[in-house]
């Protein structure tokens, strides 16, 4: 079975430019969640969706920051206009809701997207 | 609030040691979820394991075992006859029954020497 899949894996921008980050998230799995990692602030969520639905995005950095759901099999994070402290490696979860309906059950990772920001 | 607090930030161990790296956690649910993911230096993030808080029974698999303890709110993670591909960073990641977020750890850094 095939996991998350993210794309790109590597993107190198200027200063200024848009920057869109991919998603695929497993098959079956309607709970969708963006991760940044850095080294000195770690692991951070930045947005989830249930069933495409935007459930809390208070880890969204500020306004240049965007994440869409359009269907169960797709997701974006947009970036516009990109700067260089935005420079990181994001990741992409799905989980399946389980009994209760709620993500709550195991996340799995995509590899990551790895973004420097010139 | 809930918090992971992982204490050791690297470890640094020979091959065929036993190592073991602490999570300690703090929550108000009195359901949650514990987790341990592995993060190689190829970067990626890979779930180990998964337990709920009703659930105290230590599980083993393989060289992997793990020791849940409520009383002292710790999930622990023991590595037996650590290998080199164990390197990597380890988080430990908490979440509760009202709350579809993980709350990750800082991470440990294991570093298993030939």
């Known amino acids: 079975d095939a996991g998350v899949i993210q794309s790109p894996r590597h993107e190198v921008t200027e200063m200024g430019q848009e920057v869109t980050l991919r998603c695929k998230p497993i098959?079956?799995?309607?709970?969708l969640f963006w991760y940044r990692q850095t080294m000195m602030r770690g692991l951070e969520l930045l947005i989830y969706?249930?069933?495409?639905?935007?459930?809390?995005d208070s880890g969204m950095p500020e306004d240049r920051f965007s994440a869409k759901m359009p269907n169960a099999s797709f997701s974006t994070l947009k970036i516009q206009p990109s700067e260089p402290r935005d420079s990181a490696v994001y990741f992409c979860?799905?989980?399946?809701?389980?009994?209760?309906?709620?993500?709550?059950?195991?996340?799995?990772f995509g590899p990551g997207t790895r973004l420097t920001v010139l | 609030a809930q918090k992971v607090t992982q204490a050791q930030t690297e470890i640094s161990v020979v091959e065929k040691e036993d190592v073991t790296l602490d999570c300690v956690y703090e929550?108000?649910?009195?359901?949650?979820?514990l987790f341990w993911y592995k993060q190689p230096p190829s970067g990626e993030l890979v779930f180990l394991i998964r337990?709920?808080?009703?659930?105290?029974q230590n599980e083993i698999s393989g060289r992997y075992s793990w020791n849940f303890q409520k009383s002292t709110s710790s999930f622990n993670f023991t590595i037996t006859a650590s290998q080199v591909v164990d390197s990597a960073v380890y988080f430990c990641?908490?979440?509760?029954?009202?709350?579809?977020?993980?709350?990750f750890g800082t991470g440990t850094r294991l570093q298993v020497f030939p």
């Open positions: 929550t108000r649910d009195t359901t949650y979820y």
């Open positions: 979860a799905s989980s399946w809701p389980g009994r209760s309906g709620r993500g709550i059950d195991t996340q799995y």
């Open positions: 337990r709920n808080s009703f659930d105290e």
């Open positions: 969706f249930n069933n495409n639905v935007p459930i809390d």
């Open positions: 990641a908490l979440s509760g029954i009202n709350t579809d977020k993980l709350i």
């Open positions: 098959s079956g799995h309607n709970s």
